[in-house]
């Protein structure tokens, strides 16, 4: 029996002038950590998204120990960190040397909760020797990450204000987001430094890679020099500082350079997929789709849906369902301040990341969805909605 392909929740879209590109590389021996690709694929993409300066690196996590480092992050400041995000966030704030503070997400949008910002920013903390003090833990608040997860804006005007009122700096990760857009902005032009990810499941990918973007000279120009080991001098070994090995090799971003020529039908696809599986799912009872706010235009990169009902076990039921179909479904990140490394950090009024971990899942969600796939997805979807509830009735 020929049993139907698994169905990835996501798979890289690889085309266009990738394999010309590559070859140039290959052809010229410019396959390490410069070359003409690298300064090409920062400034297109930085162009794209609307800043001056984008410096390449080796993937998203060393942009943002980078963006916290240049940002000002010292040891034992305080960042403050979404609790629903990739683990990445705030592990880069401890190589810093610094401690993440855990916000809510907003229920409306899944995003880092601004209300719960201010009310922590303005009641739990205090203004002391030049700087924003954390009452309980005596240590400075130096910056806010937020973090624009699952394709999708984060409510930025509160949190510009909040930082422009309390001096503090906006580091975006936008990781996830390339292209989408907040009251017509491109994420990761809001604040004062952005990260990107071109990881092999992120909307365009250079195998592994990221990128710092800044409108700032001497910050771009500082990521430069300490990604590639503070090296003082172009001929010799000097060096004044302890620098990092963290830049994007040429071989990669010239798949990125191709990658960036796809970016916008990518994004037209994405959103296609998202109003398919809107519609489909509009009518089905204990289930709501991933909101989008009236001044976003997410890229949907993992569309995800929430399923409403008391039984805790019911999200992995469900992906055990799917994955009997053949389909890769996957939740979210368990919150961070569940982890055990995380457990004693501060978690400030965290009532909504938990709800949306125990209910919300992602499906596939690839650029190259098949129309005949994602009707398998959907109709999976609707059989075991249709199923549990004629079995809830029938237990009744
Ligand atoms: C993927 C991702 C990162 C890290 O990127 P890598 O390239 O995998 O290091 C950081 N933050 C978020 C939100 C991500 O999704």
Known sequence: MNLPQTIPLWSPEIRGNAWRYAKECLDTNWVSSAGPFVDRFERIVAETVGVRHGVATMNGTSALHMALLIA?????????????????????????????????????????????????????????????????????????????????????????????????????????????????????????????????????TTGGGGMILTNNPTWAERARYLTTQAKDDPEEYVHSEIGYNYRLSNLAAALGCAQMESLLEF????????????????????????????????????????????????????????????????????????????????????EAADGLYEEAVSLPSSVGLQPGDQQRVMESVQEFLKTRSLSLVASK
Request: charged share 20%; glycine share 6%.
């Open 267 to 350: 994004i037209r696809r994405k959103v296609e997929i998202a109003k398919a599986y809107t519609e489909a799912f509009s009518q089905l009872p204990d289930l709501s789709v991933m909101p989008t706010a009236v001044w976003a235009q997410p890229i949907y990169w993992l569309f995800t849906i929430r399923l409403h009902g008391s039984d805790p076990t019911r999200g992995i039921q469900f992906i055990r369902h799917l994955a009997s179909r053949g389909i890769q479904a996957r939740r979210l990140w368990r919150p961070l301040h569940r982890l055990p490394m995380y457990r004693e950090n501060q978690a400030y009024r965290i």
């Open 72 to 204: 000002g992050v010292e040891p034992d400041a305080e960042v403050i960190v979404p609790s629903l995000t990739f683990v990445a966030c705030a592990n880069a704030v401890r190589y810093c040397g610094a401690w993440p503070v855990f916000m809510d997400a907003d229920p409306a949008t899944w995003q880092m909760d601004p209300e719960k910002v201010r009310d922590f920013l303005t009641k739990e903390c205090q203004w002391k020797e030049g700087g924003l003090l954390n009452r309980k833990t005596g240590r400075p608040i130096r910056a806010i990450l937020p973090v624009h997860i699952l394709g999708h804006p984060c409510d930025m005007d509160p949190l510009l204000e909040l930082a422009h009122q309390h001096q503090l700096t906006v580091i975006e990760d936008a990781a996830e987001s390339l292209g989408a857009t907040y009251q017509g902005r491109r994420v990761g032009s809001l604040g004062d430094i952005a990260c990107l990810s071109f990881n092999g499941n992120k909307i365009i």
